[in-house]
């Protein structure tokens, strides 16, 4: 409404301001009728005026916010408006002559651009922003992290204590779940895991299983409380990786009290401080 009532006001801005009949028998060809742009006063003041104030309330809308000295725009849109009515106004009455259509058309603009103006800021129906807001990204839940592959700053690790789905070098592969067969490692053959006794069977001689032998080793996946270092397997004091929390290892040979641990990268080292471990 603002912008289509600023239009028809520098449309009449072009029309005769004043109106008169010829008289019967007299040559009026040479007679001009002056419009807007021959009074610089009223053209500013009302036309000009009008169109300013529209264009303010327009780019106000479009761009919350902009202000000019601490005002915002579209209250300086709305004073403009309101300013080219009251000229309006009181120009067509003061006028000695009949009013033109460029008059008669520029007051009526101004009625309804003055009324847009202020009425723009009650009118609920007519708050709406003049170009949509943008729409805000939908949050992840709770925890979600972006997809990604192992050693990719934002895959998901397993849970601590977990034995998620993978294969082998992968945290939680199928190599290190009981009962399965165990791939090889460095030219090493898999040795069989070791059998479990079922709930509700009697164990042989009614003696309970003993542990089994160091030859009978079958490696596992585990995981470490607390960060813990992992030693070279020539004895070197010098750490060569560190074990962290929540992430799963791989157990291929009992070194004495020690693991020789297996990382996702393929270093192996001994793992000389076992207590607290959580097999996988």
């Known amino acids: 409404m603002v912008i289509g009532a600023a239009v028809v006001l520098f449309i009449a801005s072009f029309l005769g301001l004043t109106s008169f009949e010829c008289p019967t028998g007299v040559d009026c060809s040479g007679f001009d009728k002056s419009n807007a742009w021959d009074s610089l006063g009223l053209l500013m003041s009302m036309f000009l005026s009008g169109v300013i104030g529209a264009a303010l309330i327009v780019v106000g809308r479009a761009m919350p916010g902009r202000k000019v000295a601490g005002i915002d725009l579209g209250q300086f849109g709305v004073a403009f408006c309101i300013f080219a009515l009251w000229t309006a106004f009181w120009t067509i009455i003061d006028m000695d002559a009949d009013a033109g259509a460029g008059m008669i ?54 849970p601590y204590g977990a034995q998620p789905e993978g294969g082998y070098g992968y945290p939680g592969g199928q190599a290190g779940q009981p009962g399965q067969p165990q791939p090889s490692h460095a030219g090493q053959p898999a040795p069989q895991a070791q059998a479990q006794p079922q709930p509700g069977q009697p164990s042989q001689g009614g003696q309970g299983q003993q542990a089994a032998p160091a030859s009978d080793f079958s490696p596992f996946w585990f995981a470490v409380p607390v960060a813990r270092p992992l030693y070279a397997e020539d004895g070197s004091p010098t750490p060569i990786a560190e074990l962290a929390p929540g992430t799963w290892y791989l157990a291929v040979e009992q070194r004495g009290q020690g693991l020789v641990a297996q990382t996702q990268d393929g270093r192996r080292g001994v793992l000389q401080d076992t207590t607290g471990i959580q097999r996988g």
């Open 105 to 158: 058309l520029g007051l009526l603009s101004t009625i309804v651009l003055a009324a847009a103006a202020v009425a723009a800021p009650l009118v609920p129906a007519l708050k709406a922003p003049l170009v949509g807001a943008p729409r805000p990204q939908q949050p992840q839940p709770y925890g979600g992290q972006p997809q990604g592959g192992y050693g990719y700053p934002g895959a998901q690790q397993p």
